[in-house]
């Protein structure tokens, strides 16, 4: 079955970087993108952005463009936001999930990771 | 900037059916959006109802559906349950490997 596994919970202080992988099993990883979706406490979902599986093709949310990173390693079958110059609005649970359309990307998503809770605190 | 519309609240009688819709501020909804609808209770990470306009996902139930309505992308829930209130999102293609969430409606079964 599907599986989206991302790592743990990170305390981060201003200005620094977190990185968030996303470890994909039970389907061929090149074939379907994988997105990066935030969630800020009391509030709703934002699309950040998605990286192609297979070509490692990204697009990213304007709001982010300049401090969002979608990388992916095949090898490994894991997806990785980084997110720069972080800021206390930046506290959120990050989900990776994927999108359903093989081999590119818009219908939405159909597996979801588990979310990773991004504190940025001083 | 075109922002993705959804109904803030809604509420529906145990039984009962409810459509909640997916619009645009700037113009009108259609397949090429490839609308999906998403469930969500606090604390946990989104379920997937819906892809690609009307696309149930796997073991969603029949009482679950997509549509394009008036416009708008349209989920419509039949025999509304205690457990489907929660909250619901939409999100839309918006061409050029972008995508938009809606705002998000409360669903209230009482």
């Known amino acids: 079955q599907v599986q989206l596994v991302q790592s743990g919970a990170e305390v981060k202080k201003p200005g620094a970087s977190v990185k968030v992988s996303c470890k994909a099993s039970g389907y061929t990883f090149p074939s379907y993108a994988i997105h990066w979706v935030r969630q800020a406490p009391g509030q709703g979902l934002e699309w950040m952005g998605w990286?192609?599986?297979?070509?490692?093709?990204?697009k990213y949310s304007q709001k982010f463009h300049g401090r969002v990173t979608i990388t992916r390693d095949t090898s490994a079958i894991t997806a990785y936001m980084e997110l720069r110059s972080l800021r206390s609005e930046d506290t959120a649970v990050y989900f990776c999930?994927?999108?359903?359309?093989?081999?590119?990307?818009?219908?939405?998503?159909?597996?979801w990771g588990q979310g990773t809770l991004v504190t940025v605190s001083s | 900037q075109t922002v993705v519309t959804q109904e803030p609240s809604f509420s529906v009688s145990p039984g009962g059916t409810v459509t909640l819709t997916c619009g645009l501020s700037?113009?009108?909804?259609?397949?090429?959006?490839?609308p999906s609808w998403y469930q969500q209770t606090p604390g946990q990470a989104p379920r997937t109802l819906i892809y690609?306009?009307?696309t149930r996902s796997s073991g969603v139930p029949d009482r679950f559906s997509g549509s394009i309505l008036d416009n708008k992308a349209a989920l419509t829930i039949t025999g509304a349950q205690a457990d489907d209130e929660c909250d619901y999102y939409c999100v839309l293609y918006m061409g050029s490997g972008i995508s938009v969430f809606g705002g998000g409606t409360k669903l209230t079964v009482l």
């Open positions: 700037s113009g009108s909804v259609s397949t090429s959006y490839y």
């Open positions: 990286i192609n599986g297979g070509n490692g093709n990204t």
């Open positions: 690609n306009t009307n």
């Open positions: 999930a994927r999108d359903p359309r093989t081999l590119s990307s818009g219908w939405g998503f159909d597996y």
